[in-house]
């Protein structure tokens, strides 16, 4: 609701006070009534407009259920400027079966464009390649045919506007690769071929031309081979170059540094960033990911806090951590590998982020934290085991069902574990110890419990090691 549209709920709010006072409502009753009136204002629609999003939504369902490489390309353009929005769709794509190729300067436009079955990266996300590069590129291939090598490239696009900054951004977002060159190896011929192209460029302009180009070759097409530098250059080594895609597209678009943890941080009940928007302010949570960025601050009374930004798969969270935890887990924040995240989710200015209270080196973390169903055989494997947490989520009205169910898929599997329920209600999370019953948190609880729940709706938390 607006600043207009505030003061004019304002000048209302005498004329309904004063309306129902004449109708013997009593004053405090009708303050509340209109308090209520005046926040639903904020967020409520009326018919006429509740009926155009309607409309929207069914023709945007439709449009991503019969066409969905084009809907996801043209939403992936409409958010090309903020990247969280570009890691979740992306993440979305691959979940629904589609492949989101790495730009290519044979093939993509400024926009995330459809190729096939594939939506190829568009060359506007890429930092420094300005619109101005990318006509340049496009115009180019089009008129010519597509590069046929960096030296065919660096010869027949205007350098004036695709200058070096522009190539290597191209370069290390994996631009290039369709010239079966490594990027490491394009990065390192790359003055090389800038040079030869200024100078077949410059010679064009002063009206000198090469044999091939009297014979209709061009003297572009004489450079069609990669030099011999990027020929003998490996490629650099997979976390270097994901951390360069990472620097020119915000981030990790052919791999990422976490993926081999995936399945771990599903077992140990890991929250994505998708999931950790849809808690609740104050609920517990648990993180698996990596620190790309801290710095520490000085409260007012002189300790030490920090600010984090703690990377995971499906986008990245910020971190808040006070004094006292951060004396704790200074040294973790500069672990270059992934660590383990406990915290509360909070909400701030700048959106969600996490009260961080512990944060461990996976490594080290995994003597308190271990995949559920690393026992073997009648809880041999989870003695150590010192709580098993469910968490459970649905309509109030399918609740007590689904509560039954796995009261029942865990008397199946008595044992020593102590057992809490964490109840999701809309507004906040309940935890309930259930005293009267214990577990034994092996792999047939989980398999059962996840196939009532949902992947990651059992936590298994396992004592700390000496």
């Not at 004053?27 to 409309?55: P, Q, T």
């Not at 353009?77 to 769709?89: A, F, P, Q």
């Not at 090389?192 to 410059?202: E, H, K, N, S, V």
């Not at 909070?346 to 512990?358: I, N």
Request: glycine share 10%; hydrophobic share 40%.
């Amino acid at each position: 609701m607006g600043k207009k549209d505030r003061e004019l709920m304002a000048t209302q709010r005498e004329k309904f006070i004063s309306g129902c006072k004449a109708n013997k409502i009593d004053g405090k009753k009708a303050e509340r009534i209109w308090d209520l009136i005046e926040k639903f204002a904020g967020y409520g629609f009326n018919k006429s407009h509740a009926a155009c999003y309607g409309v929207v939504a069914y023709q945007t369902a439709y449009l991503k259920a019969n066409y969905p490489t084009e809907f996801m390309a043209a939403l992936l353009t409409s958010e090309m400027d903020k990247t969280d929005k570009i890691v979740l769709y992306v993440e979305e794509t691959r979940a629904m079966g589609l492949r989101v190729e790495p730009p290519d300067v044979n093939v993509s436009r400024a926009d995330f464009t459809v190729a096939g079955e594939a939506i190829h990266f568009g060359l506007a996300a890429i930092k420094n390649v300005g619109a101005t590069a990318i006509e340049s590129i496009v115009r180019t291939r089009e008129a010519d045919g597509r590069f046929a090598s960096l030296d065919d490239f660096c010869a027949r696009v205007d350098l004036r506007l695709v200058n070096r900054r522009v190539v290597e951004c191209l370069i290390k977002a994996g631009a290039f690769d369709s010239l079966q060159s490594t990027r490491a190896g394009l990065l390192a011929a790359l003055d090389q071929a800038m040079d030869g192209g200024q100078r077949q460029q410059r010679d064009r302009e002063e009206g000198q031309v090469s044999l091939f180009d009297v014979l209709g070759g061009g003297g572009a097409k004489a450079a069609a081979v990669p030099t011999a530098v990027a020929a003998r250059v490996p490629e650099w080594p997979q976390e270097e170059m994901l951390a360069y895609e990472r620097e020119v597209l915000g981030f990790y678009l052919s791999g990422h540094p976490l993926e081999q943890h995936r399945e771990m941080a599903r077992r140990i009940g890991a929250l994505s960033a998708g999931d950790l928007a849809a808690r609740s302010t104050g609920a517990r949570v648990l993180l698996l990911g990596q620190v790309s960025a801290f710095s520490e601050s000085t409260t007012k009374s002189g300790n030490r806090m920090a600010f984090a930004t703690l990377e995971l798969v499906d986008g990245s969270i910020p971190l808040t951590i006070f004094p006292e935890p951060y004396r704790s887990c200074a040294g973790a924040l500069r672990h270059k590998g992934p660590v383990i995240v406990r915290g509360r989710a909070d909400d701030s200015d700048k959106g969600r982020v996490v009260l961080a209270e512990e944060i461990k080196p996976l490594e080290e973390a995994m003597g308190n934290l271990a995949p559920a169903g690393n026992g073997h055989g009648n809880g041999a494997g989870t003695a150590s085991a010192h709580a098993c947490r469910i968490r459970v989520s649905a309509a109030a009205e399918a609740l007590p069902e689904l509560l039954a169910a796995v009261k029942a898929a865990c008397r199946e599997h008595e044992g020593r574990t102590p057992l809490f329920l964490h109840v999701l209600l809309p507004e906040q999370e309940v935890v309930l110890r259930i005293k009267e019953l214990a577990v034994d948190p092996a792999s047939d609880l989980v398999t059962k419990v996840e196939g009532l729940l949902g992947a990651g709706s059992i936590l298994v938390e396992y004592a700390g090691r000496a």
